[in-house]
């Protein structure tokens, strides 16, 4: 087999082969990423160069027995494979075997694991060590292992999404691919792959709990110590700790995460294995990511929409959540940044510099991490009752305010939103900083508190319509000489638990999308309250109120609508008892509707009321019930008590 990439170690190698570098290397990497093959390659280079070379395996009995060459001619070159396999002479090796080196003698060790921190804590070693770290090959190196391996042009790209540029993975699936034959851009793994590959990779686990930490690793987006404790509550601080030592598993600012070949291997592996413990797995990782995407703090709203979308990476969701989003940083709108938005914003110009100075604090800029070159700007704009001049401004809010009003109109103490956004030309379109915008527009979706209705601009609308399944509006804005898609969601029909439910029913089998809600106006909700109270009797007729598919009955989980209608009427009737103003309604009500009295005469009757009496308190206490649920309907259940 062909040996390909891996111009830089070969660099480093002979730099200290012919005496301009270092004594020692050192390489580390995962099982499979290609050690033993680099090591053949650097004793090829010392053949050619007239060095000896001796190789030991860190798999036999004595390996210290074979390394004695390196202590006789300084000329000699040692080589040592599966370090990770003697890690106990390490010690020894810092500390007693090299320092017996002669000058001029080179010696390299490759293991899974990286070295102990005091060699680079010794200044003796400074210049006379070199750490090299092995990681997948370059996409050009993969695909030219791929054309020593015979693998024809259709497999290559199912072969590259499954195995990136891992050689083990790479050459297994290749040779498993090509006998396949037909299988073309529809091929997989099979199971034998996986499970050899897991074995060379990933090895024999201590524990189950050990395997469960993994998965769950392999699963989320990053795994920090607090997501492990939710998804594995117990010895979640030593499994994490276990975690962040192994080879395949690398580190980020936002958490722990295995190499890409690793996290496919393991993830096919457990749907495979184990369905409904994946599923499980699956649903505690998606809640707690979910509240943590609630909860964050403003600065750290995108990150949390990152990991949480990431779950559904296999159905549509970007999965290059490693790749180059760090690119670019995300900061409020400051004074001196408006004339960079106006000049981005070019022939919108206009409308950024008008909301810039009704609503700045909307305003997000995105910046080149490297550079610090503004590219990009968005508004989350926040509107309850926009005024002439501001839909006169902005065709893009004025389309989204007559839809609004066409449709299902707001609702006191609502508002929408619309999300706009400027860009540089190079950035438009599929792209890390528009990922980022995103991100962003999603956590205000489902962070938002009495938002009706959200209308996300776009000038790529198919890209947003596949991943968070929006719907698009009919008639497209026009500003300038482009038209704009624009995706609207009614979060009261589906609020945000519902959307997240939605966007994880693929994982599962069973019902369809949870149904949508219906968004009553004050009078219309008030109309069916008292239809229902006259029918509180009837499951069946309570069954077909447009009640049971409002947010107050959803919010009541366990029981069926009509069920759950039933009590919720007789619980708003019996909490008026505990309000001294209300005893009278109260009692109206419950003569009335829960004691079964057919007719509101013999109600009056029981009560000892003369009629127009009797016909008051009943009357307050209807619109007293009305209020209260209308006011619950709006607020949700949580909220303090209507006064």
């Not at 680099?38 to 090829?44: G, Q, T, V």
């Not at 860190?58 to 202590?71: F, I, K, N, T, Y």
Request: aromatic share 8%.
């Amino acid at each position: 087999m062909a040996f390909v990439g891996r111009e830089e170690e070969l660099a480093v190698f002979n730099a200290a082969l012919y005496g301009g570098g270092c004594s020692v290397l050192y390489v580390h990497g995962p099982g499979g990423i290609g050690k033993s093959a680099l090591l053949r390659r650097f004793a090829h280079e010392a053949e050619v160069a007239g060095r000896p070379v001796s190789m030991v395996d860190g798999r036999m009995l004595d390996p210290a027995s074979e390394a004695g060459l390196v202590l006789r001619d300084a000329d000699a070159v040692l080589l040592v494979d599966d370090f990770e396999r003697i890690q106990g002479l390490e010690v020894w090796l810092r500390e007693r075997f090299l320092p017996r080196v002669p000058m001029g003698a080179l010696v390299v060790i490759a293991g899974r694991n990286p070295p102990d921190m005091r060699w680079q804590a010794d200044p003796g070693w400074a210049g006379a060590l070199e750490v090299l770290p092995l990681r997948d090959l370059r996409a050009g190196d993969a695909q030219a292992l791929m054309d020593s391996s015979g693998v024809p042009a259709e497999l290559r790209e199912p072969l590259l999404a499954f195995a990136g540029g891992h050689p083990l993975a790479l050459l297994l699936g290749a040779a498993v691919a090509v006998k396949d034959g037909g299988a073309g851009r529809r091929w997989t793994p099979h199971q034998d792959v996986v499970a050899t590959l897991l074995d060379q990779l990933v090895g024999e686990l201590p524990s189950a709990a050990h395997r469960h930490a993994l998965e769950i690793c392999a699963h989320a987006y990053t795994t920090t110590e607090d997501l492990l404790r939710a998804a594995l509550p117990e010895d979640a601080g030593r499994l994490f700790r276990w975690l962040r030592r192994l080879p395949f598993v690398e580190s980020s600012s936002r958490g722990l995460f295995p190499q890409d070949v690793v996290r496919e291997l393991l993830e096919a592996d457990l749907r495979w294995r184990d369905p409904e413990g994946y599923a499980a797995m699956h649903d505690r990782i998606h809640a707690q990511l979910a509240e943590r995407v609630r909860t964050a703090n403003d600065v750290d709203v995108p990150g949390a929409v990152a990991a949480l979308l990431y779950l559904h990476r296999d159905n549509g969701a970007p999965a290059d959540f490693h790749g180059r989003h760090d690119e670019f940083q995300e900061e409020v709108l400051r004074e001196e940044d408006v004339g960079t938005l106006l000049r981005v914003a070019a022939e919108g110009a206009g409308c950024a510099a008008f909301w810039a100075e009704r609503q700045p604090e909307a305003f997000r800029l995105y910046r080149r991490t490297e550079t610090g070159e503004p590219v990009a700007f968005s508004a989350w704009l926040r509107l309850a009752e926009p005024d002439e001049e501001e839909l006169a401004a902005d065709p893009i809010v004025a389309r989204a305010w007559a839809h609004a009003r066409a449709t299902t109109p707001l609702r006191t103490g609502e508002h929408l939103a619309v999300s706009r956004l400027w860009a540089l030309p190079p950035y438009r379109g599929n792209s890390p900083v528009m990922d980022l915008i995103q991100w962003r527009v999603i956590g205000n979706c489902l962070r938002s508190e009495r938002m009706a209705w959200s209308y996300i601009e776009i000038r790529h609308p198919k890209h947003l319509r596949r991943q968070y399944g929006m719907r698009d509006i009919a008639e497209q804005p026009q500003l300038g000489d482009d038209a704009y898609g624009l995706f609207v969601h009614d979060w009261r029909a589906v609020p945000p638990q519902a959307w997240l439910e939605r966007m994880n029913r693929p994982l599962h089998a069973g019902p369809a999308a949870t149904a949508e809600l219906a968004v009553l106006s004050q009078a219309e909700f008030a109309e069916a309250v008292r239809k229902a109270l006259r029918q509180l009797s009837r499951l069946d007729a309570l069954a077909a109120s447009p009640l049971t598919r409002t947010r107050l009955i959803a919010e009541r989980a366990g029981q069926s609508p009509a069920t759950a209608l039933g009590d919720l009427l007789r619980q708003a009737i019996d909490d008026l008892r505990e309000d001294p103003r209300s005893v009278k309604s109260h009692r109206a009500l419950s003569v009335t509707f829960l004691r079964g009295t057919p007719t509101q005469e013999l109600a009056a009757e029981r009560l000892g009321l003369p009629f127009t009496t009797y016909r008051r308190h009943l009357t307050a206490g209807i619109e007293r019930v009305c209020a209260d649920l209308w006011h619950r309907e709006l607020y949700g259940a949580d909220a303090p008590a209507y006064t």
